[in-house]
């Protein structure tokens, strides 16, 4: 009798064993995106994507610094829209840099990267090859992103980068906001983006020919990184950060240079219209004032130059502000296209760095709040040298970048007694300040 009891306790668990396995294959786990607790104590990961092949025109590279005197080991996993994972490691040596050419391990038109070290003090920016757009590589996946300025015109392409780095399939909706209201296309409800893939998608494809597109995305299910993509004639940039509605924003370094374009597209994803106030300070001529009223699910432009109110000829700083949140970006440039540029979070500390050794000619730091602030800068690895500067309330603090970022592995950080500060570097250009380009905000 004691047999058949022990055969009947076995056949039962192996019956409870088969019914859990077959549970969890109709129904699998959604880890979501896997973060540095998940990894290990001492782990991070950095995501990247929007990067490009040279069969998309032009090649998209990923630079790592290290701002920490120790070795790091770097596990990097390329994936293409075809789900296929390529692997590789680097070593970054302390105070280094490297930059890595996904399409070196991968073929592809589109890639998205992860890159998973221990420790701490490594950070990563995403580049074109010609240097005109530099943007940070992230270190979260998104639930929600929103991107204000894209642009479906003829001679431009509009897309958005949606990379998912886990192994599971995540599904996400797509909505967009125009200058005539809200548009959300059939197709772009409900798509699904397989494990580790990397799919582009055009939003030309069903929002045809419009100047000014801001765009929500809501992911259903799962995690995502998602980046915009725009080529503006010959000129391309990538937007991996979040245009996040806020009730303010600064842009530090507008261009206003002879023959420079420079507009700020400004998009409303509330029920209720808005009014934008916009605040320009060129530091020599004064400070101008306008409003660009913003109807509600709407688009609008604020035309910083050429403007007849704004004198002509240089950089300048500034703020928009409004009642209700608005999602913002900058699209400056000349004749051969335009930059696109989302405005920054202000942080306590911001790294910049020269990816691609092509050299800048100014930072523009400036002062957020309403109360003086005290910023030091530290060059990493130049022995700790420091330096002090005193930025009055809303003030902006503009000046050469030298060998700040032009030195071998040189990496700068300006380091703030409050989270007020935000920076934009420029690219050499003429005319001036139609390259911004967006520093890293950690390390």
Not at 130 to 148: D, K, L, M, N
Request: aromatic share 6%.
């Amino acid at each position: 009798m004691k047999f058949i009891r022990l055969n009947l306790a076995t056949a039962l668990a192996a019956i409870f064993l088969l019914a859990t396995l077959v549970n969890y294959v109709q129904h699998p786990s959604n880890p979501g995106i896997s973060t540095a607790s998940s990894l290990g104590t001492n782990a991070t990961v950095l995501y990247c994507t929007g990067l490009s092949s040279t069969k998309h025109h032009e090649s998209g590279l990923v630079t790592f610094q290290n701002t920490s005197g120790e070795k790091r080991s770097i596990t990097i996993s390329v994936s293409s829209p075809d789900a296929k994972i390529v692997s590789t490691k680097l070593i970054l040596g302390a105070y280094r840099s490297k930059t890595f050419d996904p399409s070196t391990v991968s073929a592809g038109s589109y890639f998205g990267v992860s890159a998973q070290f221990n420790g701490t003090g490594v950070i990563a920016q995403e580049s074109l090859m010609s240097g005109q757009s530099v943007t940070p590589c992230i270190s979260s996946g998104s639930r929600q992103w929103f991107g204000a300025g894209f642009d479906t015109t003829v001679g431009s392409l509009g897309a958005l980068s949606v990379y998912n780095p886990t192994g599971t399939p995540a599904v996400l909706n797509i909505v967009a906001f125009t200058p005539t209201g809200y548009v959300a296309p059939a197709p772009f409800q409900g798509l699904s983006v397989l494990g580790h893939a990397e799919n582009l998608i055009d939003l030309g494809s069903q929002i045809v020919d419009r100047a000014d597109i801001a765009v929500r995305v809501t992911v259903l299910r799962g995690s995502l990184v998602v980046a915009g993509v725009q080529e503006s004639g010959s000129t391309q940039s990538i937007l991996t950060e979040s245009s996040q509605p806020q009730l303010a924003v600064t842009y530090p370094a507008i261009s206003t240079a002879a023959s420079a374009y420079s507009v700020i597209r400004l998009a409303n994803s509330q029920n209720r219209d808005a009014l934008a106030h916009v605040l320009v300070d060129d530091g020599v001529y004064g400070k101008v004032n306008f409003t660009v009223p913003v109807a509600a699910y709407s688009t609008a432009e604020a035309r910083i130059s050429p403007n007849t109110a704004i004198a002509a000829g240089g950089l300048v700083s500034v703020t928009v502000k409004s009642k209700r949140p608005l999602s913002s970006s900058l699209l400056t440039g000349a004749t051969k296209g335009l930059t696109w540029l989302t405005s920054s979070t202000s942080s306590s500390v911001v790294v910049v760095t020269d990816p691609l050794k092509l050299g800048y000619s100014n930072l523009v730091l400036a002062n957020t709040s309403n109360k003086a602030i005290t910023v030091t800068e530290t060059q990493l690895n130049a022995g700790a040298l420091q330096t002090t500067y005193t930025l009055k309330a809303h003030g902006t603090l503009s000046f050469a970048t030298g060998t700040r970022l032009t030195a071998p592995n040189i990496a700068t950080e300006f380091k703030a007694n409050s989270p007020v500060l935000v920076a934009t570097m420029i690219r050499a250009s003429t005319p001036l300040g139609i390259y911004p380009i967006a520093p890293l905000y950690s390390r």
